[in-house]
C-alpha cells in the first residue's frame, strides 16, 4: 500500500479496486458468505452487468 496516499486522502485506481474485488470473490470466505446467506448470491446475480458507477 502507498502510504504517501493515505496521508494526502487520495483513492487507489479504479483498476486497484477491481483487482481487489477479484480476489475477494475468490476467497474461501466469500464463498463461506455465500453459502451462509442464499438471498446475498440472488441479490449480486441481479446485480451483474449493471453500471453502479458514474
Not at 18 to 33: F, W
Amino acid at each position: 500500500m502507498n502510504f504517501n496516499r493515505l496521508n494526502r486522502l487520495e483513492m487507489e485506481t479504479e483498476d486497484h479496486y477491481r483487482k481487489k474485488a477479484n480476489v475477494y470473490r475468490t476467497s474461501p470466505e466469500y464463498g463461506k458468505m455465500i453459502s451462509l446467506y442464499p438471498i446475498l448470491e440472488t441479490s449480486i446475480n441481479d446485480c451483474k452487468g449493471e453500471n453502479l458507477v458514474a
